[in-house]
């Protein structure tokens, strides 16, 4: 398997909202609301899945964020 991880020190992602940020146009509630459709990680989603592989998202340690992507090497 062949792993890519996204490791940023943002706010992070609400504890409720983590198994929601790979549906269709869903997006966190801030109250700063920074624009989009919410479909960046929709489409990243799919695109993975199409793969056989896996994608998921958690909340770092010390504040920030987590993406963490898995795909077969098919060799």
């Known amino acids: 398997k062949a ?3 996204i490791l940023d020190r943002g706010e992070g992602i609400p ?3 983590l198994s929601r940020v790979f ?9 700063d609301s920074v624009s989009g459709t919410g479909l960046g990680l929709s489409i990243s989603k799919g695109i ?3 793969h056989g592989g896996e994608i998921s ?4 340690e010390g ?3 987590i993406l963490e992507v898995e795909l077969p ?3």
């Open 57 to 60: 998202a958690t909340n770092r």
């Open 63 to 65: 504040g920030g964020t």
């Open 23 to 31: 549906d269709k146009f869903y997006r966190v509630q801030r109250p």
């Open 3 to 5: 792993r890519l991880k």
């Open 73 to 75: 090497l098919g060799i």
């Open 48 to 50: 993975v899945d199409a």
């Open 15 to 17: 504890p409720d909202d």
